[in-house]
């Protein structure tokens, strides 16, 4: 049994206290919001966000930060991305050296560009930081329906340990070295699902989505392979499988935001709508970003936010994406003549 702290009580960090809890951890549950310490401690669920999944009640659930990181095993941080940078600089004074970190949330810094790991080993030098990811939403995790992901770090024995901490009957995880892949593939697939969700509101069809998730990933994976990472890992859990998941699935907050502005609504609009964090909007300026100062052509991301920011039309945006230049899909094959 290992005792773990679970930092941030939206439904993914809620799922998951449930889910190490059931392999038989010690698990406290930490938010900073002490209204939603207060209704999951009364009601032992997540009311507005992971309605039906019950907490059992001998879970702790504070808002005292320096309690929940008193020598926990393992400190798991599943604060929304826009979050990660404030709340690592909270946890600091209480991490200890060498303190395993495990991010959950998926995103990619705006100003600086930076992966969370690398901002979370920013604000808390000390700490051994590790990331999972994979097709994984907190609904069908919380209910106990089977689910895979993969952890990945700069030290094998940690991310074999965590294997072995997250590893259920229900919840598959293996293990990569590929950190900087993992959390390309995570970070960038909100965008690319907001894409799919506009295009399911404008009325289009299974065509138009699988066209949008193949040239999606062949994005994703030159930005990734310029910046370093391994091309194999975007045809894995954390890039190919989270991508499909998210583009098609009815929980995916990043789907129903585009929907919703394929339907006509205000970025703003469709954000107010979902009521959760939509990682893809503040992820698609970084994309941009990272396309810009590494030289990748990446026209997805690029029509994205030219809907979300520049008030371009989402059915103006498609037209041009299907009227690009012609291109081969493969290049790095030779032809015969």
Known sequence: MAKISVLGAGSWGTALSLLLYNNGHEVTLWSVLPEEVEMLREKREHTSKLPGVKLPESMEITTDLEVCLKDPDVAVLA??????????????????????????????????????????????????????????????????????CVVSGKKRSTAEYLQGIFMSPVFRVYTTPDILGVELGGALKNVIALAAGTADGLGYGDNTKAALITRGIAEIARLGVEM???????????????????????????????????????MEEAMDEVKMVVEGVYSAKAAKGLSEKYGVEMPII?????????????????????????KVETPMLPWED
């Open 79 to 148: 604060v929304p991305s826009p979050y990660t940078r404030s709340t690592a600089h909270k946890m600091a004074p209480f991490v200890r050296e060498g303190q395993k970190i495990v991010n959950v949330a998926k995103g990619v810094e705006e100003v600086t560009l930076m992966t969370l790991s690398e901002i979370i080993e920013q604000e808390i030098p000390q700490a051994d930081v590790n990331v999972l990811s994979g097709p994984s939403h907190a609904e069908e995790v919380g209910r106990g329906l089977p689910t895979t």
């Open 228 to 266: 370093g990472a391994r091309a194999e890992t975007f045809y894995g859990l954390s890039g190919i499988g989270d991508l499909i998941v998210t583009c098609a699935s009815v929980h995916s907050r990043n789907r129903k935001a585009g929907f919703l502005m394929g339907k006509g609504y205000t």
């Open 302 to 326: 690029n029509e994205v936010n030219k809907v979300l920011f520049e008030g371009k039309e989402a059915a103006e945006a498609v037209i041009d994406l299907m009227l690009r230049d012609k």
